[in-house]
């Protein structure tokens, strides 16, 4: 949806989802090359950086994951987030 020149994406992922898995061979890198700013409305998402760096997110969490990451949804609940930054620029 574009607010303005804003474009705010919804993303809704089952469990079993992983980045890497799904996306990345439609993207043809190895990590998704794109920032996201957003919001996690509910369910869980685990996030690696090329670099190591690890962290979960869930409801109510504000982000901001830099370009080169893999992710995947975490437990049993779908993840559904907002995307305020990316959102045109996704897969």
């Keep these: 949806m574009k607010i303005g020149d804003l474009a705010v994406g919804r993303a809704s992922y ?42 979960s997110l869930g409801p109510g969490d504000l982000f901001h994951i830099a370009p080169g990451h893999d992710s995947w949804v975490e437990g049993t609940e779908p993840y559904v987030s907002l995307h305020f930054s990316g959102a045109d620029k996704y897969a």
Excluded at 32 to 39: A, D, I, K, N, S
Aim: aromatic share 8%; with cysteine.
């Design 14 to 55: 089952e469990p079993g989802w992983k980045w890497s898995s799904h996306v990345g061979p439609v993207a043809g890198t190895k990590s998704c090359q794109v920032e996201h700013v957003g919001l996690v409305v509910s369910g869980r998402c685990r996030v690696v950086m090329d670099d190591g760096k690890a962290f």
